[in-house]
């Protein structure tokens, strides 16, 4: 009889159960591990010896996907976003109308391997920056002025030239020239990721072409595709919502795109402004109070805010109940919270509009006909709201007909500061916001909690002083309640505007159908009525007219 492999061996089973149990561990022993050797009892002191501070560098070089580079053909498009978002800065705070030259250089004998180049016309960079601006992360001038600009952080181009040097090996290059007359510097560089600190290989002097500007040129792995997401995409969305710049781009395999400017008047300087009092977080006001040099609270106030003066002050602190001359510094928190509760139930004057600068809505729709081939056109810009003490404004544009899908779901162009947004719409507020809305009211079909769908474009521009994006990759926009309703209130302002076009369209369709049938039927009736009363054929055509002018003036209303 064969034995069932499933039952133990008695002699086993039995050896098993009269095994004496494991002793318990005398507090104080040393544990064993799974093998039973003796496992090593950490201290407080041994385990101090391996704590060490974390480069910023060295965190991101390990954690590339925060910053856009998780994948070959997003590293490739982040690159040249961050580079072209720096020439756009740099030539509009110089007051220079932007030329930028764009090149996707593949590499002789590599596969999916690129030189990316980009070169702008801008003021240049003088030679002791160039290190510390590509060669050092949370490095720059943009993070602590409260004024419009595309950059944030001081991250953006030296992650990309960390992420070539990661995975090419070979270092950036950057030619720059301030003026005419002035030597051209070209650099070639790494980053020191344990120091988060440039390492310049070779510094030269040389002759250069351009009377002003910089070039950068960076090496790295990267996967070119054309469509959706794509670097071509990436610069004619550019094209649509920065109709002051020209762009010259050179694909891989292609003739040089030139993507020409609509307008040779340059956007008005953004100006630097102080933190708004509606929307100031609590914690940030009892900073602003600590580190005050004013001797008076009421001057405190007015010094940290925009649009606080004196009687707003005052108002202030009447409505929490605190002296004008108390001293900033000396503010409890107690009392803090109470100014801070003040602060809200007064009256306060929209931020100013000047750190703002919007595309506007003439160049909105210019920037949309460029790009999209539509019938219909209508653009609107909000007046500036705030969040978080942060001024902000919300810009809408739609297209719909011409030679756009009509079974597809809209298409939403998401822009931040004039910068395309490509990827994460499904984590973007803009996304929610045009969902949110019901566009069944405006004649478009819809589904519930999607897209609407038809032959439309939707495009959404947030402009802020401090764009609040979900991570460092700078692709999405949190849901901040006031963003998202300013988004709703101008979305559904175009969506009446698009309801207009198509009930009027819909209506003229009626009026031109009962104005076939007019054409269509009334000389038959004049015929009948000629056979009936043998009518001549004038008078049969002066009947015909007579009830033609009848029907139409009937149908006036």
Known sequence: MTENPLMHDEGAARAATE????????????????????????????????????????????????????????ALLTTVKEAVDNSLDACEEAGLLPELYVELQPVPGEEDRYRVVVEDNGPGIVKAQIGKIFGKLLYGSKFHRLRQSRGQQGIGISAAGMYGQLTTGEPMVITSRTGKGRPAIRVEMRLDTLKNQPEILKEQELDWDRERGTRVEIELAGKYLKGRQSVDEYLALTAVANPHCEIAYKPP????????????????????????????????????????????????????????????????????????????????????????????????????????????????????????????????????????????????????????PADDLARVMRFANRVPLQYQPGACAITKAVMSVDWKNYGLQQSKGALPTGPVVILVHVASVWV?????????????????????????????KLGIFLNRRKREADELKKRSYIDKYIPQIGIALQDILNLADAKRDEATASLKDVLERSRKP
Do not use: W
């Open 19 to 74: 095994a004496p149990s494991p002793e318990p561990v005398a507090a104080g022993a040393r544990p064993r591990g799974a093998k039973g050797a003796p496992r090593a009892v950490e201290t407080a002191e041994s385990m101090a010896v391996r704590q060490r501070e974390i480069s910023i560098s060295e965190f991101f070089a390990k954690n590339r996907h925060l910053l856009g580079f998780d994948s070959p053909r997003k």
């Open 468 to 496: 609040p994006f979900t991570s460092e990759s700078k692709e999405a926009i949190a849901s901040y309640d006031e963003i998202v309703s300013e988004m709703r209130l101008g979305l559904m302002e175009c969506g009446r």
């Open 253 to 404: 395999t292609e003739d040089v795109v030139i993507y020409r400017r609509a307008t040779t008047e340059m956007p008005a300087e953004p100006q630097e402004i102080l933190p708004h009092p509606h929307g100031v977080e609590l914690g940030v006001l009892i900073k602003l109070l600590k580190t005050s040099q004013a001797r008076r609270l009421s001057a405190a106030l007015k010094e940290c805010f925009c649009r606080v003066s004196d009687k707003v002050a005052d108002e202030f602190c009447r409505a929490a109940k605190l002296s004008p001359d108390a001293k900033p510094g000396a503010i409890a928190v107690r009392e803090a919270d109470a100014l801070y509760k003040a602060i809200q139930t007064v009256k306060v004057l929209a931020p100013p509009v000047d750190c703002l600068v919007p595309v506007g809505q003439d160049l909105i729709l210019e920037g949309m006909k460029k790009e999209v081939d539509a019938d219909f056109f209508a653009a609107i810009t909000r007046p500036p709201k705030v969040y978080r003490g942060n001024p902000f404004l919300i810009e809408v544009g739609i297209a719909l007909g011409g030679n756009l």
